[in-house]
């Protein structure tokens, strides 16, 4: 059932800056369903931004603790991990089917999306986070690998299977989710990540592609995606091309 948002509803994203991250599938939802958020970390330093920021919210934000960010406040309701806060924002503004049965196949798609991103995650960094890509390297190369000749074929087979069950024109049928918008953002750091690896497998998925071109289409997305709030792919976040990762 949808939940109405109220006129004072105030979202507060924390998430940390200069990367687009996990924190980006949050800023597509948001994007898309035309609500204001205040994106906290990228605001200036002396306005209370920057990595600071999110420790402060990390450490004393009420409710449950964050294990780790994004995080998204709304009055004193805060809520963490990114498919959870995907799943919370599209039911309240309709990017979420109205049933029981259709909601959890939602978030099913959208923990599917997350086991994708820890995945490409972990090609770049395969021992450790606490380490630099740089010391290990050679267990990061067997590590993609295996993700671009096993792994990558397999998540994207997935979501082209789930479109040929739903017919389209979106994953679960004739109306645009939560899960979609993410989908779109996974597609597009592995094309940054992986060019050649992401050409080589999607040219089996059709349907995929169109999938992506659909929801960059739509009007709000393709105007936050063509605007300075967007921001790039970097080697800093999850999604790092690194080309020893990725040869011909």
């Known amino acids: 059932m949808h939940t109405p948002s109220s006129a004072a509803d105030h979202y507060e994203l924390y998430y940390w800056p200069g990367i687009p991250g996990r924190g980006e599938f949050v800023r597509l939802v948001c994007e898309d369903a ?4 205040l994106d906290v970390a990228r ?23 964050a294990f780790a960010p994004p995080i998204l406040r709304v009055g004193e309701l805060v809520i963490a991990q990114t498919a959870n806060i995907c799943r919370f924002l ?18 099913q798609l959208q923990l599917t999306v997350t086991d994708l991103v820890a995945e490409v995650h972990d090609t770049h960094h395969p021992i450790a986070v606490s380490q ?4 290990q390297k050679p267990a990061a190369k067997l590590r993609a690998a295996a993700f671009r000749d096993e792994r990558l074929p397999k998540f994207l087979g997935y979501f082209e299977r789930v479109l040929q069950r739903s017919g389209g024109p979106w994953l679960l049928g004739d109306a645009c989710c939560h899960a979609d918008l993410s989908v779109l953002q996974a597609l597009l750091g592995l094309a940054y990540a992986f060019p050649r690896a992401f050409a080589r497998a999607s040219a089996a998925t059709p349907k995929l592609l169109g999938l992506r071109d659909r ?18 792919f970097n080697e800093y976040g999850i999604f790092r091309h690194y080309p020893e990762l990725d040869p011909a």
């Open 215 to 232: 929801v960059a289409a739509r009007p709000r997305i393709a105007a936050y995606l063509a605007s300075p709030r967007r921001q790039a």
């Open 43 to 65: 605001r200036p330093v002396e306005d209370g931004g920057g990595e600071q920021a999110v420790v402060r919210a990390l450490e004393s934000l009420p409710g449950l603790p």
């Open 34 to 37: 035309g609500v204001p958020y």
């Open 90 to 107: 599209g039911e309240r503004h309709d990017l979420a089917p109205g049933t029981d049965g259709g909601r959890a196949e939602a978030m």
């Open 132 to 135: 630099y890509y740089e010391d």
